[in-house]
């Protein structure tokens, strides 16, 4: 039974509920009266179920799609404005005991190159990461309890906010390991993380076992009911995920929504991000085995239904997508990237020779940071690397009035105009720096509150003096 409020797995992401809203968005995808019933509620920004959202995923209707699709950039302009926060993966060790049939890092792939950094290669990487201008990590690991215990990611954190090189600093880490349990996940917190991020990878029970045949992420409630824990453990900002390609897009998208109102529902708190990965060729892994690709454009609709459902979530692109189709998907709702990723252990202070293939999956976008900064710069939008929020914190429900408030354009915005300054102090390159001042020169004219406005033009020019570490 279909319960929003149950803290069993099979209640809250129900198959039946799941089942009977894709009948109802079948039933209902040619209804233009529903349909312009549901986008004007959409205009409220007060979300949509997701019974509603998945009758516009169904939805065939250009003029209809196009309505949607302008929805959903103007939900990202009044909550977001034009920031893209940025951040990079830094991938801690690949040894797993589980058999995820998707996922090269699994117990049977006997020739990928198995590593575990230790602290001194954790201090060359960040080093590297820093000398890059990144301020915002998702550390990554495979579940293993022998080789990657939570004494060693706690070790990790702890050693990656130690490390002060030139003016560098990671000032926050996310975290992106295997479901454990509540008393793991207050040391997290404890530690100072971020975001606890999880991908459900599918929604769907039946292929969430097949896909998870061996090892302890096999267990789908356990794995399911994480974010749960993770929020009786202290964590208020959880980031939800579907690894799409795995299973029918439909089914996900309705799965993913259920999960976001049972969060709501429960703890009275959403997903702080959702993120969109899509399943890539990887060593000992052939996409095509998966059937269920989704096409850009289907990907941009999914981009744009998360924007109007849950209009106050962060949505995270990684570069498993081109430049193109990032380009594509920016303004429909995504507001962080991530930028020069590495996905093999240890891949960011040096080159991995050829027959020591230790990465995760290909990344479809090689550039580096800078060019990354300056093309963001060029479309339009502020690269920010601000990690304030949490550090003032602002996390859970906090964040998300800060949002609903539209108080970003005084806090969030010249946060974001204050870091890129540090970025291209210390960082860009001599063309990327240029036009980023210019930015910064224009948009600081957009701080509607005057003192802000006058507090965020000294600090830039505290920051050109050699200062560092404003935020409001
Ligand atoms: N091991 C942790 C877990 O089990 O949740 C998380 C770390 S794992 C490095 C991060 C994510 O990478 C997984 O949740 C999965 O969605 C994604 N991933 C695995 N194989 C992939 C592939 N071939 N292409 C794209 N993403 C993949």
Same mark, same amino acid.
């Given at each position: 039974? /279909?319960?929003?409020?149950? %803290? ?27 349909? #312009?019933?549901? &986008? ?12 509603? +959202? ?15 699709? $302008? ?10 404005? !034009?920031?893209?926060? %940025?951040? $990079?993966?830094? /991938? ?16 049977? !792939? ?52 130690? &490390?002060?090189?030139?003016?560098? $600093? ?56 994480? %974010? #749960? ?18 299973? %029918? ?33 990887? #060593?000992?892994? #052939?996409?095509?085995?998966?059937? !269920?690709? &989704?096409?850009?454009?289907?990907? +941009? ?55 020591? !293939? *230790? +990465? ?7 550039? *580096? ?104």
């Amino acid at each position: 039974m /279909y319960d929003v409020r149950s %803290m069993k797995a099979e209640e809250f992401i129900d198959d039946q509920e799941i089942l009977d809203t894709l009948a109802y968005a079948d039933a209902n995808k040619d209804n233009v009266e529903v349909i #312009d019933r549901i &986008i004007e509620k959409a205009k409220e920004r007060k979300g949509l179920s997701h019974r509603e +959202a998945s009758v516009l995923l169904a939805c065939e209707m250009p003029d209809k799609i196009e309505e949607i699709y $302008a929805l959903a950039q103007q939900i990202k302009k009044d909550y977001y404005g !034009n920031r893209i926060v %940025m951040f $990079a993966p830094l /991938y801690l060790s690949n040894y797993c005991v589980n058999g995820c049939l998707y996922c090269p890092y699994h117990l049977k !792939n006997k020739h990928i190159a198995r590593k575990k950094l230790t602290q001194e290669e954790i201090v060359k990487e960040v080093t590297a990461l820093q000398d890059m201008g990144h301020k915002r990590l998702a550390i990554e690991a495979g579940e293993d309890p022998v080789n990657n215990p939570i004494e060693y990611i706690l070790e990790c954190i702890s050693t990656i906010y130690s &490390i002060k090189h030139k003016n560098g $600093a990671i000032r926050r880490v996310n975290v992106n390991i295997a479901a454990t349990t509540v008393e793991n996940y207050r040391k997290l917190k404890d530690a100072g993380i971020g975001t606890y991020i999880l991908f459900q990878e599918t929604y769907h029970k039946k292929s969430y076992e097949r896909l998870h045949p061996t090892g302890p992420k096999h267990d789908y409630a356990y794995h399911t009911e994480a %974010m #749960d824990r993770a929020m009786e453990g202290g964590i208020d900002d959880v980031g939800l995920g579907v690894l799409f390609g795995l299973e %029918m897009y439909r089914y996900e998208f309705a799965g993913l929504l259920m999960h976001a109102e049972h969060l709501e529902a429960v703890h009275g708190v959403g997903p702080h991000t959702i993120s969109v990965p899509r399943v890539k060729r990887a #060593d000992d892994i #052939d996409p095509d085995e998966f059937d !269920n690709g &989704i096409s850009d454009d289907i990907f +941009a609709k999914l981009c744009a239904l998360i924007r109007i459902s849950v209009p106050y979530t962060g949505m995270i692109i990684s570069t498993r997508e081109s430049q193109a189709v990032r380009e594509k998907v920016l303004p429909l709702g995504v507001s962080q990237i991530s930028g020069a990723s590495r996905t093999s252990v240890g891949g960011y202070a040096e080159e991995e020779p050829e027959d020591e !293939n *230790s +990465a995760q999956f290909d990344v479809s976008d090689r550039r *580096s940071l800078d060019e990354v900064v300056n093309w963001l710069i060029k479309l339009g939008y502020i690269p920010s690397f601000c990690t304030a929020c949490y550090r003032e914190g602002r996390t859970g429900d906090r964040f998300m009035s800060l949002c609903k408030n539209m108080q970003i354009l005084n806090c969030c915005h010249p946060n974001a105009l204050m870091t890129l300054k540090e970025y291209l102090e210390d960082y860009a390159s001599e063309e990327t720096y240029k036009i980023g001042m210019e930015l910064i020169d224009r948009e600081l004219e957009n701080i509607p509150n005057p003192k802000v406005k006058q507090i965020a033009y000294e600090h830039i020019h505290d920051i050109a003096e050699g200062k560092r570490d404003f935020r409001f």
